[in-house]
Nanobody, 119 residues
């Protein structure tokens, strides 16, 4: 079955950096766009970044532009989110998933990884 396993979350001070990783299995990885989402306490899950199948087209939500970088390694079935200049408002559980051509999540989610930005 399709699975996504996120890792790399941690407690970090404002201005710090983290690199999240997502291991995918059970799907033909390079057929899908990939997305990173986050959910903060009391808020709905929101998209953070998306990347095309070949990795040449990226989208970022305005709040992370210039600070986050999404990437992928199709040979390893991995997706990554490099997060720099972290802010307290980036605190959330981060998830990755595959997307349809309409950028809709395919419906399978991993356990997520907790990112906490605090001094």
């Amino acid at each position: 079955q399709v699975q996504f396993v996120e890792s790399g979350g941690d407690l970090v001070q404002p201005g710090g950096s983290l690199r999240l990783s997502c291991a995918a299995s059970g799907l033909t990885f390079n057929n899908y766009r990939m997305g990173w989402f986050r959910q903060a306490p009391g808020k709905e899950r929101e998209v953070v970044a998306r990347i095309s199948q070949k990795g040449n087209i990226r989208y970022y939500v305005d709040s992370v532009k210039g600070r986050f970088t999404i990437s992928r390694d199709n040979s390893q079935k991995m997706a990554y989110l490099q997060m720099d200049t972290l802010k307290p408002e980036d605190t959330a559980v981060y998830y990755c998933t595959a997307l349809t051509l309409e950028n809709i999540p395919i419906g399978t989610w991993g356990q997520g990884t907790q990112v906490t930005v605090s001094s």
